[in-house]
């Protein structure tokens, strides 16, 4: 073995440039970033959406709509769910627990009842709200509607 034949160990070389090492290696001065601006400071990175100073084609757009800040969301239950559950669970009362337990709603959801579907036994019904047609259906089989304060 000799000064001759020599070689570094497996992977200590990268083969790659090497930048900024001087004007004699062909990637010195500006180390490939060129002349002044943004890109060629440290530290620099790019924004998403950034067109180069001209206006973003996110603020370009116009925007729309509107959204209600006091607007109250309710969950739909119709008369055919609630009848299932009277009859599943042998009940002629149903109320917000009785819903959450058979996960229908959320436990600080507001729920409606609406009308679509039929109810055959006389059920007592608490709820936020009502449709119209929910509350006669209700009525006429026998039952009572009655509302919970929000």
Known sequence: MNL???????????????IGRGQGSGRGGTSTKGHKGAQSRTG??????FEGGQMPLQR????????????????????????TIAEELKVNKI???TLV????????ELFKVL???EIK???????????DTAKSAIE????????ISK
């Open 4 to 18: 001759s034949n020599l070689k570094p160990a497996e992977g200590s070389v990268k083969n790659r440039k090497r």
């Open 44 to 49: 620099y990175s790019r924004k998403i959406g």
């Open 140 to 147: 006429a089989a026998g039952g009572s509607v009655h509302l």
């Open 121 to 131: 036994m006389a059920l007592e019904v608490h709820a936020h709200k009502f449709s």
């Open 101 to 108: 337990s058979k996960h229908l709603i959320g436990k600080n």
């Open 115 to 117: 009308g679509r579907g």
């Open 60 to 83: 370009r757009i116009p925007k729309g709509g509107f959204k209600n800040i006091n607007r109250m969301e309710y969950a739909a239950v119709n008369l055919d769910v609630l009848q």
């Open 95 to 97: 109320d917000r627990e």
